[in-house]
């Protein structure tokens, strides 16, 4: 093996630091990172839940919602913290579990912004108000695409082993749903501008809140989706 010196780094010649993919304890983490997204997941599902239980105006089930969304987001947690302590033990190259950890916590900054969201929406109806159709129908479109998006992820992160130029194609798709909320997200902050310029009330900052909320879900998203074009790039 041959060792260059250039700009004071060591680079390894002709041997790609994602040599990892093929040991055990590596496609462990990466399966226990699969489970953790797909925990993640159920968390925006279950926020599309609550919004579309909204429509319908069962209170009842949107609170049932609202429930799931944190028992599932504190499994998730715990299954971070897990992975963190995993990789915290040094068995792995630093490149690769500096990129890992940035994974792990992009994906859990998705959870966050979805529970978050949720807490908000939950406030506004402990408080008595209630959400217009037209807003419920924009809030729903946003949810809608954040989950397309984290299941996106979830297809490109199994397929990293096996296919990351396939990996790497998804990634843009993930891009292209984020772009898609920002669109939404203009459309609901400007119903919610005229419907609140003409009768504001306290509730009209928490709406703010909740659109920002559900829009910074899909940010997250693409802060993922960096990360595992940038591991699939290494691969290819």
């Excluded at 797909?38 to 319908?56: A, F, T």
């Excluded at 954040?146 to 199994?158: C, E, F, I, N, Y």
Aim: proline share 1%; net charge negative.
């Amino acid at each position: 093996m041959t060792y260059y010196l250039y700009s004071r780094i060591w680079v390894i010649h002709e041997l790609s630091t994602w040599i990892w993919l093929s040991g055990r304890r590596e496609k462990e983490i990466l399966l226990r990172g699969l489970h953790h997204l797909d925990l993640v997941y159920e968390v925006v599902k279950k926020l599309l839940d609550m919004v579309s239980s909204l429509s319908k105006m069962d209170l009842v089930k949107a609170r049932n919602c609202f429930n799931t969304i944190n028992k599932k987001e504190e499994e998730a947690d715990e299954v971070k913290r897990e992975i963190i302590e995993e990789l915290s033990r040094g068995v792995i190259h630093p490149m690769d579990r500096e990129d890992l950890l940035r994974l792990i916590l992009s994906i859990d900054d998705i959870a966050a912004y979805a529970k978050a969201s949720a807490r908000r929406i939950k406030i506004v109806i402990d408080l008595g108000y209630s959400f217009p159709d037209e807003f419920i129908t924009l809030l729903y479109s946003m949810v809608e695409h954040s989950v397309k998006a984290v299941d996106t992820l979830r297809d490109a992160v199994k397929l990293l082993t096996s296919d990351p130029r396939k990996a790497l194609q998804l990634t843009y798709i993930v891009e292209e749903i984020e772009e898609k909320v920002d669109d939404i997200r203009l459309n609901a902050l400007e119903y919610m501008y005229r419907m609140c310029s003409r009768d504001f009330r306290v509730v009209c900052l928490l709406y703010k809140e909740i659109i920002d909320d559900i829009e910074i879900i899909t940010d997250k998203c693409e802060d993922t989706a960096d990360t595992i074009r940038s591991i699939a790039i290494h691969l290819i």
